[in-house]
């Protein structure tokens, strides 16, 4: 008999407790209207309330860094030289791993569901579907072990971005954007202490953030 969500011990959308302290390397690639190109990512996740996530190009120059301590933070954009410091979720323009929230991130890089439930979802032997605190709906499918195997959102109609795991790869497709990203894991290790808190460059330039993605902000 198929088990239910109910008799799994991690919901989709959490990060098992075996992932923090742990740094990890992800080779990615990127298909989309602006072409065709490859980045690395390293996520630092040191605890729930602490982790860092690095972006650089191909041959080491930096693109884009996220720096997080509870729901506070700092986002570096290294392209446009500017930065911004945050409370809260929003949703950022410029990073192909979206539409989501900042703080989804890891959730996203580790293979679960970037998005919480606005109220407990009804459950269904090996799948489960929700709403966020934004409106968007998302269905996720979920095996006897509790991996996700995929999942799509979709905000007023037809769903709009779909990921899926494909042997070791992860495959993100946003029909809304015509982008679609892949990535996998290559390395791996243990994170001995909290990473050192990231700083804006003298050079850079404070911008705001965009509209916080809070459920007391919506409606």
Not at 126 to 141: H, I, L, Q, Y
Request: net charge negative; glycine share 8%.
């Amino acid at each position: 008999m198929p088990r239910s969500l109910a008799t799994l011990s991690l919901a989709p959308w959490q990060i098992p407790q075996a992932a923090y302290g742990s740094q990890r390397l992800y080779r990615v690639s990127y298909s989309g209207p602006e072409g065709e190109g490859s980045f690395r990512v390293t996520l630092r996740l040191a605890t729930p309330a602490r982790y860092q996530i690095q972006a650089v190009d191909p041959v080491g120059r930096a693109l884009w860094s996220l720096d997080v301590t509870n729901d506070q933070g700092l986002w570096l954009n290294h392209r446009s030289r500017d930065y911004c410091t945050f409370e809260g979720r929003f949703d950022v323009s410029g990073v192909p791993l979206g539409p989501f929230p900042l703080l989804a991130l890891p959730a996203l890089l580790i293979g679960r569901v970037p998005a919480e439930p606005a109220a407990p979802p009804p459950l269904a032997a090996g799948e489960v579907t929700f709403n966020d605190a934004s409106g968007r709906k998302w269905a996720a499918v979920v095996d006897e072990t509790g991996q996700v195997r995929s999942w799509s959102m979709s905000e007023d109609g037809p769903p709009t971005v779909w990921w899926m795991r494909r042997d070791d790869w992860a495959i993100l497709s946003d029909r809304s954007r015509g982008v679609q990203v892949r990535w996998r894991e290559v390395l791996r290790e243990n994170l001995d202490r909290e990473p050192n808190r990231l700083e804006p460059p003298p050079a850079f330039r404070e911008t705001p953030c965009g509209d916080p993605d809070l459920p007391d902000t919506e409606g």
